[in-house]
């Protein structure tokens, strides 16, 4: 079967994601290139983890994906294009995200904590830079958004780490972690973690705790009011996720937030995030 001929949708859309994602805050006019980007990438992370296509048919259908950046290929992105072109946008970032989920099919495992950073720095860094560049923001914001954007990936990847394994044989673990704590990848497998699993999770989720550190003043450089306070709701979501995975137990308990607790937290961070800026 060709790759053009299997339908790799999930169904999934944007109000399924752990983040927000071009939430009512950002201002009317971005968030129809921010949603093509986002439409962009949900097609082709469905790709990468469709769960019957094969290897070869994964590949195709991530280069008719990039095949459509560069003119012809893909619907979601031949539309990209058009919508980056308009607007005078860097194609580079839905390259650089291809390549992240080219990586998501051929690489099942990952050495280290730099060897993960490495790949969310094709997976994450590229959305938040797209993110900033259609806001006109200066470039000297990208290094607190790769820290933001890396933090969530990696939270994404330790409240799925079970899932993903039995699903997908992907482990985002760092072995090298694994290894420190005489943790075993089938601990993945089990109904509950292990405690050598739970420490290897605190290990990289304290990792994280130093990535959002680094993106805490973040908010406060972003000159787009309305944008700086969704990064400030997207800081506050991802610390709260951060402290649970560091007490709770993503194979056998909830992580996730739900609708009202993250509510919560977001109003309680456009307060904060106002009041600090009214300052």
């Known amino acids: 079967m060709s790759a053009s001929a299997i339908d790799f949708a999930s169904g999934k859309g944007h109000r399924d994601e752990n983040f927000p994602v071009a939430s009512r805050l950002i201002a009317p006019r971005f968030r129809a290139p921010v949603m093509a980007f986002y439409r962009f990438a949900r097609a082709a992370d469905d790709i990468a983890d469709h769960s019957t296509a094969s290897e070869t048919e994964k590949l195709a259908g991530l280069a008719a994906m990039r095949a459509g950046l560069d003119g012809a290929g893909a619907e979601e992105a031949t539309a990209l294009r058009a919508v980056m072109a308009e607007h005078g946008l860097d194609p580079a970032h839905a390259h650089d995200l ?73 482990v985002y673990l760092p072995a090298e972690m694994l290894a420190e704590t005489g943790a075993r990848v089938e601990d993945l497998a089990a109904a509950a973690a292990s405690p050598a699993l739970l420490a290897a999770i605190s290990l990289a989720a304290e990792r994280t705790r ?70």
Request: glycine letters at 6%.
């Open 210 to 279: 130093v990535l959002l550190a680094e993106s805490a003043p973040f908010a406060r450089m972003i000159r787009d009011r309305r944008l700086a306070a969704e990064v400030a709701v997207i800081q506050r979501l991802a610390e709260s996720l951060v402290a649970r995975l560091l007490t709770r137990d993503p194979l056998s308990q909830r992580v996730h937030h739900g609708k009202a607790e993250a509510g919560l937290l977001a109003l309680g961070a456009i307060a904060g995030h106002w009041l600090g800026w009214r300052r």
């Open 98 to 170: 291809l390549t992240a989920f080219e990586r998501d099919v051929t690489v099942r495992r990952y050495a280290d904590w730099d060897s993960l950073v490495d790949y969310c720095h094709y997976s994450a860094m590229p959305v938040g830079r797209y993110v900033l560049d259609v806001h006109g923001e200066d470039r000297a914001c990208w290094p607190a958004s790769d820290a933001l954007c890396t933090a969530l990936q990696v939270i994404n990847h330790l409240q799925d780490c079970g899932k993903d394994y039995r699903a997908l044989d992907r």
